[in-house]
């Protein structure tokens, strides 16, 4: 397990207390973060590319310093990496972008009943407008994919055709915490449909996988800054370059533009083309150093530690409560990041998490942005605890004593 990194982060200096278990919504900040935000706002605030003075220069300087220790980060290069706002911009800037370009009446766009909305709504509005037909891959009961992957065969041929346009996807779900077997999926898609675009949902493993964008071989791979240690306000699009030097852009303004005249605009290459206006200029030059902090610490530490937390967390639900707590999601923990949804009872999930707040525990209750799933469960809501680097087994702890309390509280 990792040694208590709490003291990096300033919160628990304010709020000792504090049981944090909402990392999956909103991780929470080291100092090293909070001390590279202020450096730009009292140093060198301005606007970045525009200023031929010294601290423009030093901030469009840092910003840049940003896009590469991203493009480092996931094996990528400095120009496939795009700034949006969050992994919801993302994947919209595709959809926009590429998916109004490719997308014909009678082509396929496929997804999955696990996706949080923002890798769900922009598809099935695109089918919508376009009158493509929107396949939906189900999901077991153990919260695996619907596919079939013994003997390695994956039968995606059941859902993939030479029609598919569009395969979009989350490596990680942000309820069952299936991390999905991306590669072979990914490989088998493009077997079967070499043109097919694969746009992969990364908002909960960048957080605590190694990603590759080369060795994964998809198209778009989409993440936030929040959910990394990062600040709010800044999401990556890796796009592979040909499809990005191709695309149109989706936002149209001041600063994607190499020329404007009366009759016409010519745009900046990529990224530059798809960053319209002033960015979130302190957060993304803050964002290295939640990366540089990931690195350090090591992805693979963060994930052995995840994996500790929760083996320990399902097993002392399962011996405190039974059968009264229902928990979704593989039980393989190889196959499933720290995150753990869960009903008890007949409680409601809000009265849970709200009575736990009592306690200082922070977790979430609801759909968690994905009704389908929830629907596909059977649930309206459920209550979901997720770990990151910060937590450890006292706060695990910590979370089985307050569920005993709303027990009490609620019977
Ligand atoms: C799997 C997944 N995808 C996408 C998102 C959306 O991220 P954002 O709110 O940063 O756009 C989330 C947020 O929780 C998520 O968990």
Redesign the pocket.
């Known amino acids: 397990m990792l040694n208590n990194l709490k003291n990096d982060f300033p919160i628990f200096k304010n709020y000792p207390d504090l049981v944090y278990l909402d990392s999956?919504?909103m991780s929470l900040k080291p100092k090293v973060v909070l001390e590279k935000l202020v450096e730009y706002y009292s140093r060198y605030s301005a606007n970045i590319y525009r200023g031929v003075y010294k601290i423009s220069e030093k901030a469009t300087e840092e910003y840049e310093k940003t896009r590469q220790v991203v493009a480092d980060f996931i094996n990528a290069e400095k120009n496939e990496v795009v700034f949006t706002r969050?992994?919801?911009?993302s994947i919209n800037l595709v959809a926009y972008s590429l998916g109004r370009k490719i997308i014909d009446e009678g082509d396929e766009i496929v997804t999955t009943v696990m996706e949080?909305h923002?890798?769900f709504v922009p598809w099935q509005i695109l089918a919508l407008e376009t009158g493509a037909i929107f396949k939906i891959i189900d999901i077991k009961d153990d919260g695996s994919l619907n596919l079939n992957f013994q003997s390695g065969n994956l039968d995606l041929d059941e859902v993939i055709t030479k029609k598919t346009k569009i395969l979009a996807l989350?490596y990680?779900?942000?309820v069952l915490g299936t991390i999905n077997p991306l590669k072979e999926i990914i490989e088998k898609a493009k077997k079967i449909n070499p043109k097919i675009i694969i746009v992969v949902?990364a908002?909960?493993s960048a957080p605590h996988l190694k990603i590759d964008v080369k060795d994964l071989r998809g198209d778009f791979v989409a993440f936030?800054s929040?959910?990394m240690l990062g600040p709010t306000g800044v999401?990556v699009l890796w796009g592979r370059k040909e499809l990005l030097e191709e695309m149109y852009p989706f936002l149209y303004g001041g600063e994607m533009i190499s020329e404007v005249y009366l009759e016409k605009t010519i745009f900046k290459n990529p990224p530059h083309k798809f960053e319209a206006g002033t960015p979130s200029i302190g957060e993304v030059i803050a964002f290295k150093e939640a990366i540089k902090y990931l690195k350090s610490t090591g992805i693979d530490k963060i994930r052995q530690h995840e994996k500790e937390l929760t083996l320990y967390c399902l097993k002392i639900l399962k011996d405190e409560f039974g059968e009264k707590i229902k928990i979704f999601g593989p039980k393989n923990i190889e196959a499933r990041a720290g995150i753990i949804a869960f009903t008890f009872d007949n409680f409601h999930p809000h009265d849970i998490a709200s009575i736990l707040d009592d306690q200082s525990i922070a977790v979430r209750a609801g759909h968690h942005?994905a009704m389908p799933l929830h629907n596909r469960l059977k649930v309206n809501a459920t209550v979901r605890a997720s770990f990151y680097i910060y937590n450890n087994e006292s706060d695990v702890e910590k979370l089985v004593l307050g569920l005993k309390k709303v027990e009490k509280t609620l019977t």
């Open positions: 999956t919504a969050n992994t919801t911009e949080h923002s890798n989350t990680t779900s942000n949902d908002a909960q936030s929040h959910k999401g942005c």
